[in-house]
């Protein structure tokens, strides 16, 4: 297990600097779009690139910690108590989560692919418009269920 977090609660420090992070994950996410509807694609796709290869370490070192680590364990475990609601909470998280995952790897991954260097609109576009949206909605919704489990589960 990894030490204790700051936020004076029993998380662990890496589920507590997630769940601080969380927030400006949305706010660079919508940083970012302010900054293709300002036509700076380029600073666009550097900060989504960022971000993305951030939260891939960083949803990776989570994975370990919750599934070899043993956290998923001791955080859910009939020990704690934990509510019906808390575990309904997590599934709609994990729901929010997963599908926000693969939203944003293909749409990464096809924006780099399917857009030019610098990059600039194309028949790409409305695709990748829509479906930025889409990520942006998810990871908003990512990080307000992460907050009601965090909060279902440690706080109350």
Request: aromatic content about 10%.
């Amino acid at each position: 297990m990894l030490p204790r977090g700051f936020l004076g609660t029993d998380a662990d420090l890496l589920i507590d600097v997630i769940i601080v992070a969380l927030p400006v994950v949305v706010g660079v996410m919508a940083f970012a779009w302010r900054a293709a509807r300002r036509k700076q694609w380029t600073l666009h796709r550097n900060v989504q690139t960022v971000l993305a290869a951030v939260l891939t370490v960083v949803v990776g070192a989570l994975e370990i910690d919750l599934h070899l680590l043993g956290g998923v364990e001791a955080m859910v475990s009939d020990e704690r108590g934990v509510s019906d609601l808390a575990r309904r909470v997590l599934q709609v998280h994990l729901l929010f989560a997963s599908s926000t995952a693969v939203v944003w790897a293909l749409l990464v991954g096809g924006s780099w692919w399917r857009f030019p260097s610098p990059p600039r609109p194309g028949a790409f576009s409305r695709f990748h418009r829509f479906w930025g949206r889409v990520a942006l909605f998810l990871m908003t919704g990512t990080a307000v269920t992460g907050g009601c489990f965090y909060a279902a589960l440690f706080v109350v």
